[in-house]
C-alpha cells in the first residue's frame, strides 16, 4: 500500500508513511479515512508523522493540493496543537518530479497556521524533535 497511516503512543500521534508511487486520490482517501472520520480519536492527537523516505513519485494537481489543505483545516479547528514533521530523503533531490511533489504536500501543511511544522532529512531527527515539542517518550518505530 503506497500510503500508510496508524497511530502511536497510545492514540497521541499518528504516522503518515508514503512508498513507491502516490497519487493524489490515494493521499486524499487515506487522510480521510484514517484523520477525518473520527473528530473525537483527532482532537487526541500532539504530532503527525510524516516519512518520505520510501516515496520514489508523488503526483497532485493543484485541485487536490487545495483540497486536502482544505481538509487539513478543517481539522486543524478540531485540534489547533499538532506539530507536524516531514522526513524527506534528500538523495532523492535529483527526481524533480518527486521534489514537486513533495513541494505540494508541504504547501498542504504550511498553510494550517496553528500547526507548528518541519521538515526534517532523517525519521530520528523528526522523532526527536516531536519528544521535544510533545514532551513525552515516544514508541515510534525508527
Known amino acids: 500500500m503506497p500510503v500508510e497511516i496508524r497511530d502511536c503512543d497510545g492514540g497521541i500521534g499518528t504516522t503518515v508513511e508514503n512508498r ?32 518520505n523516505t520510501e516515496l520514489t513519485k508523488a503526483v497532485f494537481t493543484d485541485e487536490t493540493v487545495q483540497f486536502i489543505a482544505g481538509q487539513l483545516a478543517d481539522d486543524s479547528r478540531v485540534n489547533p496543537d499538532i506539530v507536524v514533521a516531514m522526513v524527506v530523503y534528500f538523495a532523492m533531490a535529483a527526481n524533480i518530479d ?3 511533489g513533495i513541494s505540494r504536500m508541504r504547501e498542504i501543511f504550511i498553510n494550517q497556521p496553528c500547526w507548528e511544522n518541519v521538515i526534517f532529512r532523517t525519521k530520528n531527527e523528526a522523532v526527536r524533535w516531536i519528544r521535544l515539542k510533545v514532551k513525552i517518550s515516544l514508541e515510534l518505530m525508527i
Open 20 to 51: 513507491g508511487m502516490v497519487t493524489d486520490q490515494e493521499l486524499i482517501e487515506s487522510l480521510k479515512n484514517h484523520l477525518s472520520q473520527d473528530k473525537d480519536k483527532f482532537k487526541k492527537y500532539k504530532y503527525i508523522l510524516i516519512d
Open 98 to 100: 518527486l521534489i514537486n
